[in-house]
């Protein structure tokens, strides 16, 4: 047992520590890499321990309700050790955060509330959140030396009625977890809903190659899969059609105002963090888990000039030093789409697909680290 004196404190004997195995992420390695190598460092190092491995898309979030969220709330120490993507991630945060907010009229409430930590072992394609946070270049080692865990900054996507959740590779559709204001007997059509991220928002190229490749047979291919996929869309040529507004961080007035791009775009993309890849740095201002949002906004280029700008992205993140790419520290977006297409009105959250109605409209907003609108529902070890 003496080994225990030097875990860290997410690790110690004191805690509840749940491993989670998503088994359908990236290449599909969670399992082995969970046999092999995980199990070991935990056991050499009498860790004991919880594990829960995937049957569906909706386990982690199913988990998320039954367990992670009663324990916060009966004040249990939780260490949630994740082996998957960053849709794991937003998982969890999406789960305990519309719940959370759904219940904050309640009387009932507990007033404790105690945030579970996110050990991220990245199994994901892309896995931003853990490149960007330090993490992914040896999470075990990152997971016995880190600083104490950090909150996680967080924002909310509100999405017109109607909006549906992209499910079973593009076939079928969902309801979103949150639908505002709605009852339990009311149509979800009628009523705004909403979702929670930790990492990324995007409406164009980005959100449009996260959906069309998002099938087993594109992850077979890994990361090549994201390129594969921009191929193939910038073949289309497509410009996107609609509003962006936007809220401007130095701006206090909290008013939407037009971003002033026009009606047509190629690239929108607000982010948490700092890199979509290992070296893909689509925001290099940003610090890990530092709390700013980031938009990266590419007017109606041609594809091969979208191409070598987000080429230049790969270079430390040179591409933001561009005169066509507007990059700038924000609070919020707001887009109202002006596409008939679903395909063209495609939103993504955290790798997470969302297909508003026509005509609609979708607002991202930052939450804050504290104060009335303040939620940060778990800490990640970085």
Known sequence: MAAAIHLPLHLRSDREVHVVISILSGQRKAQQYYDETLKPFLDDREIKHSTHTTKSAKTISELTTSLFLPNAVKGVKQTIILLSGDGGVVDIVDTLTSVLNR???????????????????????????????????????????????????????????????????????????????????????????????????????????????????????????????????????????????????????????????????????????????????????????????????????????????????????????????TYEDIEGLRIEFDEDDEQWRLICVDGKIIAPAKGGWVEMTKIPASGVDGRRVVELVC
């Open 103 to 325: 219940s904050s009229n309640d009387p009932r409430l507990p007033s404790v509330f105690i945030k579970p930590v996110i050990a991220l072992v990245p199994m994901g394609t892309a896995n931003a959140l853990a490149w960007s946070s330090r993490v992914a270049g040896d999470p075990l080692n990152t997971m016995l030396t880190s600083s104490p865990p950090k909150s996680l900054p967080t924002f909310q996507a509100r999405f017109s009625p109607g909006a549906r959740l992209v499910v079973d590779e593009g076939r079928g559709r969902d309801a979103l977890a949150a639908a505002a204001a709605a009852s339990e007997d009311d149509d979800d059509d009628d009523h705004e809903s909403i979702m929670y991220g930790a990492v990324v928002f995007s409406w164009g190229l980005h959100a449009s190659l996260v959906g069309l490749s998002d099938t087993t047979e594109y992850r077979r291919h890994g990361l090549q899969r994201f390129r594969m996929a921009a191929e193939q869309l910038l073949k289309d040529d497509h410009k996107y059609r609609g509003k962006v507004k936007w809220r401007k961080a130095d701006d206090g007035s909290g008013e939407w105002k037009d971003l002033g791009a026009g009606l047509e775009h190629s690239y929108v993309l607000a982010s948490l963090v700092s890199n979509l890849e290992e070296t893909f740095q689509i925001s290099p201002a940003t610090k890990p888990v530092d709390g700013t949002l980031h938009l990266v906004h590419i007017g109606p280029e041609p594809a091969s000039e979208i191409m070598r700008i987000l080429g230049m992205a790969y270079q430390s993140g040179q591409h933001v030093t561009d005169p066509k790419v």
